[in-house]
């Protein structure tokens, strides 16, 4: 079964470092989307992207984030400047089209800002 | 976005049936229900989706009544792999919806 990859799959940062989290989605997906779990907490939405840009943010993805599909496999998330606040599970996830029911999930990166 | 409420918890027995309800009275006419699945550090997997009446897959049925303001995701014999918690979502399945996960039902299942 396709699955979408993460790397790394846990990550230590200093506050005020920039991190990038990487996604390679499944291959012929074509929406992309990254969320967040703090602990014990809720799955956010953070950001979708579509056709090479963004198609909707919510206000947790402000400046300090950006996302970017370098090379039409890889898909990043970027924190410039880290707070101990960003410290949680960032899930990426991929979809076929706008129709396709569900969405597939990576396995996670545990971003822990120290 | 329509507001969905389920238990916050569940227990039950190995090879039970489990039925999960899940409440959604400001459904719209566009939505779709779609149940995910989380065990602990890992990403929501998808288990299924439907808009009105029943839908079967080889994990789980899903029972939609005419009125669609509640669904219960049914998961037939439960085994142990089975606990994780359960997210009820509704929204409109077309384009690149935004998932709104709720805090969903976590269910263990016990010897």
């Known amino acids: 079964e396709p699955e979408v990859t993460q790397t790394p799959s846990h990550q230590v940062t200093q506050m005020g470092q920039e991190v990038i989290l990487r996604c390679v989605p499944i291959s012929n997906h074509l929406y992309f989307y990254w969320y967040r779990q703090i602990l014990g907490q809720k799955v956010e939405f953070l950001v979708s992207f579509y056709n090479n840009e963004i198609s909707e943010k919510s206000e947790i993805f402000d400046d300090q984030f950006s996302v970017e599909r370098p090379d039409g496999s890889n898909f990043t998330l970027k924190i410039r400047s880290t707070k101990l606040e960003d410290s949680a599970m960032y899930f990426c996830?991929?979809?076929?089209?706008?129709?396709?029911?569900?969405?597939?999930f990576g396995s996670g990166t545990r971003l822990t800002v120290v | 976005l329509a507001k969905t409420t389920q238990p916050i918890s569940m227990d039950s027995y190995e090879g039970q049936e489990v039925n999960i309800t899940c409440s959604h009275n400001n459904i719209a006419t566009n939505d779709y229900i779609t149940w995910y699945q989380q065990f602990p550090s890992q990403g929501p997997r998808f288990i299924i989706q439907?808009?009105?009446t029943k839908v079967t897959n080889e994990v789980a049925s899903l029972f939609i009544p005419a009125d669609r303001k509640s669904s219960t995701l049914s998961l037939p014999r439960v085994s142990l792999s089975d606990t994780a918690v359960y997210y009820c979502?509704?929204?409109?399945?077309?384009?690149?919806?935004?998932?709104?996960f709720g805090k969903g039902t976590s269910l263990l299942v016990t010897p």
């Open positions: 996830a991929s979809r076929l089209d706008g129709t396709s029911p569900g969405y597939t």
């Open positions: 439907g808009y009105k």
């Open positions: 979502l509704v929204g409109y399945s077309n384009s690149g919806y935004a998932l709104n």
